[in-house]
Nanobody
């Protein structure tokens, strides 16, 4: 059974950078579209970024476009999220997720993801 484990979260000052990793174990992720979501205290979990199975297509929430970059290394079964120019409002628990069923479109739709990691905390101090 495949599992996803996030790492790389932490405390950073506004304007700083972090790189999140999501390592898959038990099975390769190369066949799955994947995404990053986040949940701030008292708020719904929201879409951050997604990437197609091959890595050839990427999708971003407007709030992070131009600051965050999602990419994957299928040989290492690892998904990444490079976060630059961090803001206080980026503070949240960040989750990686995979779509294990073959689907078309809807990369920002949380309900289309059926495998989730446990999350990693990102705190940006202003």
């Amino acid at each position: 059974q495949m599992q996803l484990v996030e790492s790389g979260g932490g405390l950073v000052q506004a304007g700083g950078s972090l790189r999140l990793s999501c390592a898959a174990s038990g099975r390769t992720v190369s066949g799955y579209a994947m995404g990053w979501f986040r949940q701030a205290p008292g708020k719904e979990r929201e879409f951050v970024a997604a990437i197609s199975r091959s890595g050839g297509s990427t999708y971003y929430a407007e709030s992070v476009k131009g600051r965050f970059t999602i990419y994957r290394d299928n040989a290492k079964s690892t998904l990444y999220l490079q976060m630059n120019s961090l803001k206080a409002e980026d503070t949240a628990v960040y989750y990686c997720a995979a779509r294990t069923r073959l689907q078309v479109g809807g990369y920002s739709d949380i309900d289309r993801y059926d495998l989730w990691g446990q999350g990693t905390q990102v705190t940006v101090s202003s």
